[in-house]
Nanobody, 123 residues
Framework: QVQLVESGGGLVQAGGSLRLSCSGT????????MGWFRQAPGKEREFVAA????????NYVESVKGRFTISRDNGKNTVYLQMNSLKPEDTAVYYC????????????????WGQGTQVTVSS
């Protein structure tokens, strides 16, 4: 059983930056692809970014390309999401997830989820 804990959310002005972290315990971290998803009020959960376990293959939703960067440190069992040039439409609860498939964008490919961290971008 893998447990995931996100941190780093908060309130930031448009154009600002935040870095989210997700720490994992209970499994061999490098065996898992890691993803970030987000859910805004009244909307479905959507894929943001993912990174494969060993080779660091990355995948992003089009709306964050060039602004967000996903990375991981398998020695620290941690995945990061660096978010730059934030926009009000990035406001959401951000979740990290772990799965066996490589950097997929479907939530169905992820087996373990964190509790989420709120990101609010003011205009």
């Amino acid at each position: 059983q893998v447990q995931l804990v996100e941190s780093g959310g908060g309130l930031v002005q448009a154009g600002g930056s935040l870095r989210l972290s997700c720490s994992g315990t209970g499994g061999t971290f490098s065996n898992y692809a890691m993803g970030w998803f987000r859910q805004a009020p009244g909307k479905e959960r959507e894929f943001v970014a993912a990174i494969s376990g060993r080779f660091g293959i990355r995948n992003y939703v089009e709306s964050v390309k060039g602004r967000f960067t996903i990375s991981r440190d398998n020695g620290k069992n941690t995945v990061y999401l660096q978010m730059n040039s934030l926009k009000p439409e990035d406001t959401a609860v951000y979740y990290c997830a772990a799965g066996r498939s490589s950097a997929r964008s479907s939530s169905k490919d992820y087996d373990y989820w964190g509790q989420g961290t709120q990101v609010t971008v003011s205009s």
